[in-house]
């Protein structure tokens, strides 16, 4: 699925990220391609979080570059800085969805600060998104407050998609799901991703969906990414800690055998 | 990127679009009107056929307002064709095509007289179920704290300290710096209006009564039910939200005992030293202004006091303090075991406690007055 062409849509060099006097990342180095989706593993507290909201911006850096889309986030004045906002989705591991607003406002939040299109179009976009994340037009009227996890999280996804983004960030989408919505939701990132071109940086611990989703794997580890590739890359992979986490108890013995391709 | 364009033209009963450019979600705004312009035609057509092979990129927007045409016109008995759709679009296209925007219609709104009457039925029952909740909590609160007494070390002490220093502690600045600005402007207006009529030393007798009986313990009531009240249903609020008081409940621990009675003892024992302190504060205030402003010397204002106020009128202020505080108290931990899910509930209880709190510190402070003429006090 990785398209032929190996353009990076994020760019990260060097990256040193202190969390109060404690060094979280110490020179971390990653591209994410066009179109793939790039799976991020690390022992928890490890750093993946950290480092999925320094790209966002959300947390600051102590050195190191970081480019989304080609835009050096650094040098970027506001109106740069805003358009890159608008071209990526961010997926919270909660839903972050407001709580005041009912689905269908949650949706149509970005379209109407960026978009600025008729109540007719923005309601059908919504709609269309809800859809798409395998939702009942109904939901949007509901409150956040009144849907299960599963529902919170693709509310979430539809939300992070309502813009038609390039780069979407998923912060463990499927913990706190059982394992066949855990399943459905992997199927919806892989058809989305097919469908609408998107490339997906996924932190996640699950390593049923890692298998089945991912292009390639990054491990961080030690401030540092300890190995980055395919699943049979990893498999192979001597480093410890690689060794206890891709082979493991929760690991399925039938991934030496069949690896996606 | 050019925003897209799209090209119609009339072959009789038919029309021929060739859309180019990119159809995406930072020019749907433009596009649109494109997309209306076609449908809305006057003329009746019987076949339609998009050429999209020109289009240089498409997304979800692009995709869906294509599909809302083909829609429109499929629904008037219109024959419609999609060529040159290039292969990387068609599950893009098919996946806008399968949304169906079929929504259950929502039950009809009734008219604005019946609305109106529904809703002052539905405040009359929230007011009922309020007085309900306040009266419950009373009870579960006396449940709790006869358990308390039979079995004295399953108090919270620790907790019921560590809410005193924030209720009544930390509240002392202020509140002290509040009565002593109000008892100064009691007695500014009081020797300003009573000096036309030479009788200037009576504001010491104004000061002296309505602070120890009145002004004193409602004006700290009011600003612990905004200080302490509402900190209070937040807090609440917010572990209700976490279901923090769920899990406290699953382990067998009753939330009235462990989080409500420690906070409504440090109130009781609270509002009764603030009371007193700011009322001190008050005529001290009162004291000031009528020395600097009324010229009337501290001596005379201490014994003009001793003869104006007794303890009786002191003790007429203090004894409402702990009722005061017990209302207080019950109504911000109601208003915050009633948040629900979201954060404007949150906001919503919160506002409700400060406001409720204040208008029953009020109500009771006027039950008191009428309780007192009664007894001649």
């Known amino acids: 699925m990785a398209s032929g062409r190996a353009e990076p849509v994020i760019k990260v060099r060097d990256l040193v990220v202190d969390f109060l006097s404690h060094r979280v990342l110490n020179g971390v180095s990653l591209d994410l391609l066009r179109g793939e989706i790039l799976g991020f593993v690390g022992a928890s507290g490890a750093g993946k ?59 149509e939040f970005p379209i109407r600060e960026y978009l600025r299109l008729s109540n007719r179009l923005t309601t ?34 539809a939300r992070a998609l309502a813009l038609d983004p390039e780069i979407l960030f998923l912060d463990e989408p499927t913990s706190g799901l059982d394992p066949i919505s855990a399943g459905d939701f992997d199927q919806l990132i892989l058809t989305l991703q ?37 699943m049979d890359k990893m498999l192979a992979s001597q480093h410890p800690w690689l060794q206890a986490y891709f082979h493991g108890e929760r690991a399925h013995a039938d991934w030496h055998v069949t690896v996606k391709g | 990127m050019t925003a897209g364009t799209l090209l119609s ?53 692009g995709a869906w307002l294509f599909e809302r045409a083909l829609r429109t016109w499929n629904s008037q008995g219109c024959e419609t064709r999609i060529v040159g759709l290039a292969a990387n679009y068609r599950g893009l296209f098919d996946k806008v095509r399968a949304s169906t925007q079929e929504m259950t219609p929502q039950p009809r709104r009734p008219n604005s007289i019946i609305a109106t009457l529904e809703s002052v039925g539905r405040t ?32 919270r002490f620790k907790s019921m300290v560590n809410h005193l220093e924030r209720v009544a502690w930390n509240a002392v600045p202020i509140i002290l710096l509040m009565t002593l600005l109000i ?45 302490s009240g509402s900190a209070y249903t937040a807090e609440l609020g917010s572990m209700k939200m976490r279901e923090e008081i769920d899990a406290l409940r699953t382990m067998g621990f009753d939330p009235v005992e462990v989080l409500v009675l420690p906070r409504i003892v440090a109130l009781i024992i609270a509002v009764p030293i603030l009371t007193f302190l700011g009322s001190m504060s008050a005529l001290y ?22 003869d104006a106020v007794s303890v009786q009128s002191f003790e007429v202020g203090m004894i409402k303090a702990p009722f005061m505080a017990i209302i207080i108290g019950l109504v911000a931990c109601v208003e915050g075991l009633q948040v629900q899910g979201s954060a404007e509930s949150l906001g919503t209880k919160t506002t409700d406690s400060v406001v409720k709190s204040i208008f029953l510190v009020i109500v009771i402070d006027g039950f008191f007055a009428v309780f007192f003429a009664t007894l001649g006090i």
């Open chain 1, 49 to 107: 979080s950290t480092l999925a909201r320094t790209i966002i911006g959300l947390l600051p850096k102590r050195a190191g570059t970081i480019e989304v889309l080609g835009v050096n986030l650094d040098k970027a004045d506001y109106k740069l800085k805003r358009a890159v906002d608008r071209r990526w989705g961010v997926l919270f591991q909660q839903g972050a969805l407001f709580s005041s607003l009912t689905v269908g406002k949650n949706i």
């Open chain 1, 124 to 157: 059908e976009m919504a709609i269309a998104k809800l859809e798409m994340v395998g939702l009942s037009p109904d939901v949007y009227r509901d409150y956040p407050s009144e849907l299960s996890g599963g529902m919170i999280k693709r509310v979430a996804l």
């Open chain 1, 194 to 230: 097919e469908t609408l071109g998107i490339s997906v940086f996924m932190v996640t611990h699950d390593l049923d969906s890692l298998h089945r989703v991912c292009d390639r794997i990054a491990v961080l580890g030690e401030g540092k990414i300890l190995e980055i590739g395919t």
């Open chain 2, 9 to 61: 033209q009339a072959r009789g009963e038919g029309l021929a679009l060739a859309a180019a450019g990119s159809w995406t979600a930072e020019h749907a705004r433009t596009l649109e009107p494109l997309i209306n312009a076609v449908t809305r035609r006057k003329r009746p057509v019987r076949f339609v056929a998009i050429d999209l092979a020109r289009i240089e990129r498409l997304d979800t927007y």
């Open chain 2, 124 to 155: 009359m029952t929230a007011v009922a179920a309020d007085i309900t909740l306040l009266v419950q909590m009373t009870g579960a609160l006396i449940v709790a704290f006869s358990r308390v007494l039979v079995r004295p070390h399953t108090f």
């Open chain 2, 183 to 227: 008892g100064a402007i009691l007695a500014q207006q009081g020797i300003f209006h009573f000096r036309r009529f030479g009788a200037d030393i009576y504001v010491i007798d104004m000061v002296g009564v309505l602070v120890l009986r009145e002004i004193g313990v409602v004006l700290v009531c009011i600003m612990v039910a905004g200080r």
């Open chain 2, 285 to 306: 205030g009162g004291g000031l202004v009528s020395w600097f402003y009324g010229g009337i010397d501290p001596t005379v204002f201490i014994s003009r006091l001793h």
